[in-house]
């Protein structure tokens, strides 16, 4: 058994949005995902299959929904994304890294 900390980052200029699977068992998936001004893809929607529970623990970034609805997260400040709405991330802090831990069922 390895103890990890989520706040170790392999690197501070982050060219590339990472996410790493912290966890995976039955029908739940844990990942932290770290953006540094990385946003979604233009063209389309993350449509999922399952629920999302996201929380920043670290900087901010803003969620759009299909409808138009856009909400900014802070650090501590947590969703639920029920599965199939359509949302992407249009945002994230250019300035320091945004840490994301996200939780699928």
Same mark, same amino acid.
């Given at each position: ?15 590339? !949005?990472? #996410?790493?699977? &912290?966890?995976?068992?039955? *029908? /739940?998936?844990? $990942?932290?995902? +770290?953006? @540094? ?14 629920? !999302?529970? #996201?929380?920043? &623990?670290?900087?901010?970034? *803003? /969620?759009?929904? $299909?409808?138009? +609805?856009? @909400? ?16 992407? #991330? ?16």
């Amino acid at each position: 058994m390895t103890i990890e900390n989520i706040f170790n980052l392999p690197d501070v200029h982050l060219k590339q !949005e990472i #996410v790493d699977t &912290l966890l995976k068992v039955d *029908k /739940i998936r844990i $990942e932290r995902i +770290v953006s @540094k001004g990385h946003t979604s893809p233009e063209e389309g929607w993350y449509d999922q299959e399952e629920n !999302e529970w #996201v929380i920043v &623990l670290e900087g901010s970034g *803003k /969620i759009e929904f $299909e409808e138009g +609805v856009v @909400k900014t997260l802070n650090r501590g400040d947590f969703i639920n994304i029920p599965a199939h709405q359509k949302h992407k #991330v249009i945002w994230t802090d250019p300035n320091q890294p945004t840490i994301w831990l996200a939780i699928f069922y």
